[in-house]
């Protein structure tokens, strides 16, 4: 299908994580569509050493798997965008050019769930000193929760970089969380069954 679109070229394809890796940093692609699984490992782990790497692939996530965790996961390990293989040919290709000019995506089904789920995030427990967080802390977080970087989240809500930074600090404190692992797990827990 892809290589049939006049607008994407497709220089490779692996199977396996160390594949992708190995393809990656031999082929050099603007745009990866990754799946989460994979035989040797995750997409997950290879997006993580990729673009530790390369900086500027991006990776797109096309996966069947509709869980809260592998999102999180994907986003946290530097993912562009997380689909669901139901997406329709034009739909997939749309979102690959998406991602290459830099915009982050989500399924749209997935984007409601988050969004619902950061809104019991933001909601303090009874008992809970760490305070609320101010509205435009949940803007920052929902926005994270929906696969934007911090340069994305910046330019969308007119801020400086260093200030989505300080936001996103402000979260972690009121969290009580030192990374976004943690503030991915946190997230998790509190997700209603």
């Not at 299908?1 to 396996?16: D, F, H, N, R, Y």
């Not at 994979?38 to 993580?48: N, Q, S, V, Y």
Request: glycine letters at 6%; a neutral charge; hydrophobic letters at 45%.
């Amino acid at each position: 299908m892809l290589a049939t679109a006049p607008q994407i070229e497709v220089v490779g394809e692996a199977s396996t994580m160390q594949g992708a890796i190995a393809d990656a940093a031999r082929l050099g692609p603007d745009v990866i569509l990754m799946d989460v699984r994979l035989p040797d490992g995750t997409g997950i782990e290879a997006c993580r050493e990729i673009r530790s790497a390369r900086a500027h692939t991006r990776v797109l996530f096309l996966t069947s798997f509709a869980d809260d965790e592998a999102l999180l996961a994907t986003l946290f390990a530097g993912g562009d965008g997380y689909l669901l293989k139901e997406i329709d040919e034009k739909a997939l290709i749309r979102a690959i050019e998406a991602v290459a000019s830099g915009q982050s995506i989500m399924d749209a089904a997935m984007t409601h769930r988050m969004l619902a789920h950061i809104a019991t995030l933001a909601a303090p427990p009874s008992g809970d000193r760490r305070g609320t967080l101010t509205e435009q802390e949940r803007n920052v977080l929902a926005l994270v929760a929906a696969g934007h970087t911090n340069k994305a989240i910046a330019s969308k809500l007119g801020l400086a970089d260093h200030t989505v930074r300080n936001y996103l600090s402000a979260v972690f404190q009121k969290l009580n969380v030192s990374r976004r692992s943690e503030a991915a797990a946190l997230y998790t827990r509190k997700q209603p069954s």
